[in-house]
């Protein structure tokens, strides 16, 4: 019984569990441009006697960087 308790615990941590990521989209002579991201999905259930709440703790972010190379003309 105890060994289903805890993966009732661990597997919808690791399932919420936010992970980020990132790309180079273009890089070419000192020009670049980088997208980042990231989403974290959290739901909270709360059952107390006759009353359940829910509270949705859900975002995304994103991020994109520009570096840009100016030339003297």
Known sequence: ???RNILAVVIPALL???AANAAEVYNK???K???YGK???EHDFVTSGDNTNSND???AQFV???KLRSTAM
């Open 33 to 35: 441009l980088d997208l």
């Open 64 to 66: 994109s960087k520009a």
């Open 29 to 31: 002579n000192g020009n």
């Open 1 to 3: 019984m105890m060994k």
């Open 16 to 18: 919420v569990a936010g």
């Open 57 to 59: 703790n859900t975002y």
């Open 39 to 41: 989403v974290v999905g």
